[in-house]
């Protein structure tokens, strides 16, 4: 079974940034396949937040655009996601996320393996 290991979340004030990182203990899928970070807010849906494809296509959430940036390893089986100009409304707990296939997956369904999430406070 493959593992997802999200990192770097933390406390940080509004305006500040963070990293997260989000490694995979081997190759997800035999072949090619898609990463993606999603939030989830208390009492709020999991919701994504960017995602990317084999090829470095990606997807912003309009929330995030602008300040976010998804970006991937594949020789270390690990995504990125550098959150700047960070809200208070950032705040969540961060679900890293892959999917088999070539495409740019941004639908919850489409991603059968989870990381267990990291949690991101911005204080105002």
């Known amino acids: 079974q493959v593992e997802l290991v999200e990192s770097g979340g933390g406390v940080v004030q509004a305006g500040e940034s963070l990293t997260l990182s989000c490694a995979a203990s081997?190759?997800?899928?035999?072949?090619?396949?898609?990463m993606g970070w999603f939030r989830q807010a208390p009492g709020k849906e999991r919701d994504i937040v960017a995602a990317?494809?084999?090829?470095?296509?990606?997807y912003y959430a309009d929330s995030v655009k602008g300040r976010f940036t998804i970006s991937t390893d594949n020789a270390k089986n690990t995504v990125y996601l550098q959150l700047n100009a960070l809200k208070p409304e950032d705040t969540a707990v961060y679900y890293c996320?892959?999917?088999?296939?070539?495409?740019?997956?941004?639908?919850?369904?489409?991603?059968?393996?989870w990381g267990q999430g990291t949690q991101v406070t911005v204080s105002s």
């Open positions: 990317i494809s084999w090829w470095n296509r990606t």
């Open positions: 081997r190759r997800p899928f035999r072949s090619s396949y898609g």
């Open positions: 996320a892959a999917a088999a296939g070539s495409l740019v997956y941004s639908r919850k369904n489409e991603y059968p393996l």
